[in-house]
């Protein structure tokens, strides 16, 4: 069973930092896509980020773009979504996502098969 587990959100003043992190543990695909997902309170889910399988190619929410930062070490089997600047509309559960396969960086949720958890992140005022 492929389990993507997240790990790193917390509680930050607006204008701080914070890095998530997406270990997929289980099976392991030789290829695959993450994205990046989040969910406010009462809102429905949104895309963030997602990087395709080689780790070239990288999408972005226009919300989250030159504040946010996917990257990704296959030999760790782990993404990572550097947020830098947040704000406090950045408050939301955030989720990790994989597409097995030689699939691009899509914004589409219906396209992961595997989903983690969540970890909070609050972003204070």
């Known amino acids: 069973q492929v389990q993507p587990v997240e790990s790193g959100g917390g509680l930050v003043q607006a204008g701080g930092s914070l890095r998530l992190s997406c270990a997929v543990s289980g099976r392991t695909f030789s290829n695959y896509a993450m994205g990046w997902f989040r969910q406010a309170l009462g809102k429905e889910r949104e895309f963030v980020a997602a990087i395709n399988w080689s780790g070239g190619s990288t999408s972005y929410a226009d919300s989250v773009k030159g504040r946010f930062t996917i990257s990704r070490d296959n030999a760790k089997n782990t993404v990572y979504l550097q947020m830098n600047s947040l704000k406090p509309d950045d408050t939301a559960a955030y989720y990790c996502?994989?597409?097995?396969?030689?699939?691009?960086?899509?914004?589409?949720?219906?396209?992961?098969?595997?989903w983690g958890r969540g970890t909070q992140v609050t972003v204070s005022s």
């Open positions: 996502a994989l597409a097995p396969g030689l699939k691009p960086a899509s914004s589409g949720g219906h396209l992961y098969d595997y």
